[in-house]
């Protein structure tokens, strides 16, 4: 092999060790969220609460100020950041509530407003959350109409195991 194919080789060897090289850093690069803005002038959101399939009212999104937002499982339009369904009165539950904990403990309960209002009262009591002031009753609208009671039979716990039968029964 004489010097000039020798000096190719290495040439082509080098360069593809440089683009292996820079698919792999690539690879591990963080993905850009993909965020959509809502500006001022854009029309009205259809909002639906995610505990039941209700007729949809119409709640203007653009009130929220450069709110990012994103449609869950439901088709409900949803703050992308803490999860919380988009309304005027989001921003104030966002801000009073996920100061303590997180959000998913708001989507995960589904209560009626005598178990959300009992639930705030154990907060203050116990957990040293502070009065709510004027911002309390809107803060429960919010959660009864978003995260009210679910309209099932369904009580929280997964369904019993059926009994599997190991024998077989006399007579058939």
Same mark, same amino acid.
Request: glycine share 4%; hydrophobic share 35%; proline share 6%.
């Given at each position: 092999?004489?010097? *000039?194919?020798?000096?190719?080789?290495?040439?082509?060897?080098?360069? #593809?060790?440089?683009?292996?090289?820079?698919? !792999?850093?690539?690879?591990?690069?963080?993905?850009?969220?993909?965020? !959509?803005?809502?500006? !001022? %002038? @854009?029309?009205?959101?259809?909002?639906? +609460? @995610?505990?039941?399939?209700?007729?949809?009212?119409?709640?203007?999104?653009?009130?929220?100020?450069?709110? @990012?937002? !994103? &449609?869950?499982?439901?088709? &409900?339009?949803?703050?992308?950041? +803490? %999860?919380?369904?988009?309304?005027?009165?989001? =921003?104030?539950? *966002?801000?009073?509530?996920?100061?303590?904990?997180?959000?998913?403990?708001?989507?995960? #309960?589904?209560?009626?407003?005598?178990?959300?209002?009992?639930?705030?009262?154990?907060?203050?009591? @116990?957990?040293?959350?502070?009065?709510? %002031?004027?911002?309390?009753?809107?803060?429960?609208?919010?959660?009864?109409?978003?995260?009210? =009671?679910?309209?099932? =039979?369904?009580?929280?716990?997964?369904?019993?195991?059926?009994? =599997?039968?190991?024998?077989?029964?006399?007579?058939?």
């Amino acid at each position: 092999m004489n010097e *000039k194919q020798r000096l190719t080789k290495y040439r082509w060897l080098v360069s #593809s060790l440089c683009v292996w090289l820079l698919c !792999a850093w690539v690879a591990q690069q963080p993905a850009p969220a993909k965020k !959509a803005l809502i500006k !001022a %002038g @854009t029309p009205t959101a259809v909002h639906r +609460s @995610t505990t039941a399939k209700k007729e949809a009212k119409a709640t203007p999104v653009a009130t929220i100020p450069m709110a @990012t937002t !994103a &449609v869950n499982a439901d088709g &409900v339009h949803v703050d992308a950041e +803490s %999860g919380l369904a988009l309304d005027e009165t989001m =921003p104030i539950v *966002k801000g009073q509530c996920t100061a303590c904990h997180s959000s998913k403990l708001i989507l995960q #309960s589904h209560f009626d407003q005598d178990k959300w209002i009992e639930r705030i009262r154990w907060m203050q009591r @116990t957990q040293k959350l502070w009065d709510l %002031g004027d911002t309390e009753k809107p803060i429960l609208t919010y959660l009864t109409k978003y995260y009210g =009671p679910v309209k099932t =039979p369904f009580d929280g716990r997964r369904l019993p195991l059926e009994t =599997p039968k190991w024998y077989k029964e006399a007579g058939r």
